[in-house]
C-alpha cells in the first residue's frame, strides 16, 4: 500500500514538474492574438520518455483536412509492400486476361516505372481487360464537394486509373499541347473573354474550353477527365498501339502479380506535396491486398478496430486524403498515430524522408527556416476552407524528440496569418527546450 502510494506521489509530481516545465510555451499560447477568434487545439508529446508534455482542447475533435494522409501511409506501410501490385494477371494460351489493382501510377507523370506497361506491350499476345459489370468504389468520396470537379487535386478515382486521371496541359512554343494526346480534338476554344487565359473542362463530358488562342508562356495545368472503362480502354489501346478488349472473367485464386513503383516513393509523393488520388487510390490498392476487393470502407473499419479503437479519443474518417469534411480527429490522436507511423519506420532517416522537411522540402519548404543551418521539423499539412493543420515530428535544440498535432478550424479568410503563427511556436519549441 506505502508503494503504491509513492508511485502515485510520484506521477503527481512528474506531471506537475512538466507542467511547470511548459509554463512559458503556455504563455505564447495566451498571448497570441492570431490565436483568438477561432478554434484550435495543440498536442505535444516526449517520443524519448513517452509521455505526453502539453496540451490545449487537445481531445476535442477537429476536421484534419490533409493530415488525413497520415492515416492513409499507416495503412499503407502495413498492408502494401515494398512494392506497389501494379496488376494481376492470368495467361490463357496466347492470351493475357488481366484485372486493375488500383495502382495508381501507370502512365503517371512522374511515378510510372513503365513495368505495366512493358508487359502489356509484349508482342504476340492478345489483351483482355476484365473489369465488373459495376464501379467497386464510387469516384468521389463523402463529403467531396461536387463543384471542384474540374481542380487538378481531385481527380476521379478508379480500378485502374492511367494518366493519374488527368489531361495535362503545356504551352510549347506558342500551341497548347495535351497529354495524352487523345484529348488533343476535345480541347478547343470557346467564346473569347476579357481578362486572364483560362482553361475550364464541362461537367459532364470531356470537352476542354481555352478562353482565348494566345496561351500564356510556360502555361501549366491538368484536369480531371471523366473517368470510364470504354475511356480506359480507348487510352490504352491508343497508348501500346494493340488491340485490348473488355471481358467477363472471374479472377482465379492463383492469379500472378506485375510489381510497379517503389512504394517508398508513391508514399513520399503522396506526402510532400500532398497528393489526394495517391492517397485514395493507395487506400484501395491496401484493401485489395487485405480483403481481395476494393472496399475502401471495410478497410476503414478494420483500421479503426485493430488500431484506432485504443486510441484516447474516438475517430471519424471518411476517406483517406483529407478533403472530405466529414473527418473528424483530435490533437492527440494525431500524436497517437505518429507514433504507430514511427513504431512501422523506427529509422529517424527513412521516417522524416516520408515527411515534408521544414525549411527543405514539401509543403513547409517555405514555412520553415533553419535553425542553425538545420531543419527541426517533418510535418504533414492539411489545408482546406477554414482549416490549417500539421502535425509532425520535432527536434529540439538539446536535442529531444518530440511529436506534436496542431490543428486549427472555423478561420474566415486566409491561412497565411494562422500558419505563420504556428511556425513562430512550434520554433519557440525547438528553440527552448
Known amino acids: 500500500m506505502k508503494k503504491s502510494l509513492v508511485a502515485l506521489f510520484f506521477l503527481f509530481l512528474t506531471g506537475k514538474l512538466v507542467a511547470q ?18 478554434f484550435y487545439g ?76 512493358d508487359f502489356l506491350r509484349q508482342k504476340g499476345k492478345q489483351l483482355f481487360y476484365a473489369d465488373g459489370p459495376k464501379p467497386q468504389e464510387p ?14 487535386y481531385q481527380p476521379e478515382l478508379a480500378t485502374f486509373p492511367i494518366y493519374g486521371n488527368v489531361v495535362t496541359f503545356r504551352e510549347k512554343a506558342g500551341r ?33 474550353w481555352m478562353s482565348a488562342k494566345v496561351i500564356p508562356n510556360r502555361y501549366v495545368n491538368e484536369k480531371p477527365f471523366r473517368y470510364s472503362t470504354a475511356l480506359f480502354l480507348e487510352l490504352l489501346q491508343d497508348t501500346l498501339k494493340k488491340s485490348v478488349q473488355q471481358i467477363a472473367y472471374e479472377k482465379p485464386k492463383d492469379v500472378k ?26 487506400n484501395m490498392v491496401a484493401a485489395l491486398q487485405y480483403y481481395g476487393n476494393f472496399n475502401t470502407a471495410s478497410m476503414r473499419q478494420y483500421m479503426e478496430k485493430t ?17 472530405s469534411a466529414y473527418n473528424k480527429v483530435t490533437p492527440r490522436s494525431m500524436v497517437e498515430l505518429l507514433l504507430l507511423v514511427q513504431q512501422e519506420v523506427p529509422n529517424p532517416v527513412d521516417l522524416h524522408y516520408l515527411f515534408p522537411t521544414g525549411g527543405v522540402d514539401g509543403t513547409i519548404r517555405s514555412a520553415y527556416a533553419l535553425d542553425r543551418g538545420e531543419p527541426f521539423v517533418w510535418a504533414k499539412t492539411g489545408t482546406i476552407t477554414g482549416v490549417y493543420c500539421q502535425s509532425g515530428y520535432i527536434r529540439t535544440r ?9 490543428l486549427n478550424n472555423n478561420f474566415i479568410g486566409s491561412a497565411t496569418p494562422i500558419r505563420k503563427e504556428l511556425v513562430r511556436l512550434i520554433t519557440f519549441i525547438r528553440q527552448n527546450y
Not at 96 to 114: A, E, Q, Y
Not at 139 to 152: I, K, P, S, T
Not at 307 to 323: A, E, T, V
Open 398 to 406: 538539446s536535442g529531444r524528440n518530440l511529436v506534436f498535432s496542431f
Open 139 to 152: 469516384f468521389y468520396r463523402n463529403g467531396w464537394a461536387v463543384e471542384d470537379y474540374e481542380e487538378y
Open 176 to 208: 497548347m499541347s495535351v497529354v495524352p494526346d487523345y484529348f488533343q480534338e476535345a480541347t478547343k476554344v470557346g467564346d473569347p473573354q476579357s481578362g486572364k487565359f483560362s482553361l475550364t473542362r464541362t461537367f459532364d463530358r470531356n470537352e476542354f
Open 21 to 38: 516545465e511548459f509554463d512559458a510555451l503556455k504563455s505564447e499560447f495566451d498571448r497570441s492574438d492570431a490565436l483568438k477568434g477561432y
Open 257 to 282: 502479380v506485375i510489381y510497379s513503383t517503389s512504394t517508398k516513393e508513391v508514399l513520399r509523393e503522396m506526402m510532400l506535396p500532398s497528393d489526394n488520388f495517391l492517397a485514395e487510390q493507395l
Open 307 to 323: 488500431y484506432y479503437h485504443y486510441f484516447s479519443d474516438k475517430i471519424d474518417l471518411n476517406d483517406g486524403s483529407g478533403l
Open 42 to 117: 495543440f498536442n505535444l508529446y516526449d517520443a524519448d520518455n513517452n509521455r505526453f508534455l502539453f496540451g490545449i482542447d487537445e481531445n476535442k475533435h477537429f476536421t484534419p483536412a490533409s493530415n488525413t494522409k497520415i492515416f492513409t501511409l499507416f495503412n499503407s506501410l502495413k498492408h502494401i509492400g515494398d512494392s506497389i501490385p501494379g496488376l494481376h494477371y492470368v495467361e490463357r494460351g496466347d492470351s493475357i486476361i488481366f484485372w486493375g489493382t488500383g495502382d495508381p501510377t501507370f502512365l503517371h507523370s512522374k511515378l510510372d516505372s513503365h513495368k505495366v506497361f
